[in-house]
């Protein structure tokens, strides 16, 4: 059983799966402000970000792009570290938990740890990639 559940667990389409599933978010928010800029710079406007748009194309461009290495495996460490400091800081920007009106307040600190938990895995990722477990 252990044997069985290992080499499904370590077939090649796993990992490429499981990292296309890390950076769902991430395209499908790209796609979306693509396609919809109007509405990717009133989101900008909506946190408080100026110079919106330029910060709305960037956001694009990060998105979409650091996904695209984490997937593709082409600098795939530096894309899951661009990731999860972008996660982190959108954290910050979007679910400010303590400062939420208390009918708020957790769900939006659930929102914010699970943004962490993202970045932990974009971390666990590059690390791997950077040969971590070689050394653990």
């Excluded at 252990?2 to 796609?31: K, M, N, R």
């Excluded at 009918?103 to 971390?123: C, D, P, S, Y």
């Amino acid at each position: 059983m252990a044997e069985t559940l290992h080499s499904a667990a370590t077939a090649p389409w796993v990992q490429s799966l499981a990292l296309l599933c890390l950076c769902a978010a991430y395209l499908q928010g790209g796609i979306t402000k693509a396609r919809d800029f109007g509405g990717a710079v009133a989101e900008m406007r909506h946190f408080g970000l100026a110079p919106a748009a330029p910060i709305a194309l960037a956001t694009i461009a990060l998105q979409l792009g650091a996904s695209a290495l984490v997937v593709s495996g082409w600098y795939r460490w530096l894309g899951a570290l661009a990731l999860a400091g972008f996660t982190v800081l959108a954290a910050f920007v979007a679910d400010r938990f303590w400062q939420a009106a208390p009918a708020e307040r957790r769900a939006t600190a659930n929102a914010f740890f699970e943004h962490w938990g993202l970045a932990g895995g974009f971390v666990l990722v590059a690390w791997h990639d950077l040969g971590g477990l070689h050394g653990a």
